[in-house]
């Protein structure tokens, strides 16, 4: 079946690092693929998006780009900020949405 | 409302007792999705609705859940005999589209359901 591994977490940092959050799935398909962002005490947002392969999503300085090849969707950001510090999580859509078990990020200052 | 809109906020109920939780998606959004989100689960599709079709209900983890679609809009997801397993957060989310794959799901705050 369909399914999306991603990097457990907390994962800590401190302003201005470099994060990756390594997503792969497996899918029968080729899914779209996403990164939710869910701020504390905040909805599920859409943070970025790519329908097919070797397609970049970025948003709000993040970047992911969809590979085929390894089956991953990795979230990149060059400095982090404080105000980054959320729970990511990295889904596919095959009919509905099938999520990770999401990452937390804690960014001090 | 610009966004979709979920009732009530929390719920905190006795075992044993049936729960409603209603949903209302973003005017025009043809689609419409349930989620669960527990600490041990993470998040979990439950049900979606598109348009007249018949549900897609494969992610409803008992008998004892059951959603409706109103006239194409509102929905509610109701939860008979509630059991201490199914607090979680319900999540609703609305597209426009669900065969347009890339069209996001946008989502409700969520009712957060605690069950004494």
């Known amino acids: 079946g369909n399914s999306v591994t991603q990097m457990e977490g907390p994962v800590t940092l401190s302003e201005e690092a470099f994060l990756t959050i390594n997503c792969t799935y497996t899918?029968?398909?080729?899914?779209?693929l996403f990164w939710y962002v869910q701020y504390p005490g905040e909805g599920l947002q859409l943070l970025l998006k790519?329908?097919?392969?070797?397609d970049k999503g970025s948003n709000k300085g993040f970047e992911a780009t969809y590979r085929k090849e390894t089956t991953s969707f990795h979230l990149e950001k060059g400095s982090v900020q404080v105000s980054d510090s959320a729970v990511y999580f990295c889904?596919?859509?095959?009919?509905?949405?099938?999520f990770g078990q999401g990452t937390e990020l804690s960014v001090k200052p | 409302g610009a966004g979709v809109s979920q009732s009530p906020s929390n719920k905190v109920t006795e075992k044993g007792k049936d729960v409603e939780l209603r949903c209302d998606p973003i005017?025009?959004?043809?689609?419409l999705y349930w989620y669960r989100q527990s600490l041990g689960q993470g998040l979990e599709f439950l049900i979606y609705f598109q348009g007249n079709s018949a549900p897609d209900k494969s992610g409803l983890p008992s008998d004892r859940f059951s959603a409706e679609r109103t006239g194409g809009s509102v929905s509610t997801l109701t939860i008979q005999r509630t059991q201490q397993e199914d607090s979680a957060v319900y999540l609703c989310?609305?597209?426009?589209?669900?065969?347009?794959?890339?069209?996001?799901?946008?989502f409700g705050d969520g009712t957060r359901l605690s069950i004494l």
């Open positions: 899918a029968t398909g080729y899914p779209s």
């Open positions: 005017s025009g959004h043809t689609a």
């Open positions: 790519a329908t097919k392969a070797d």
């Open positions: 989310a609305s597209s426009l589209d669900v065969l347009g794959s890339n069209q996001p799901q946008h």
């Open positions: 889904a596919l859509f095959w009919g509905k949405l099938i």
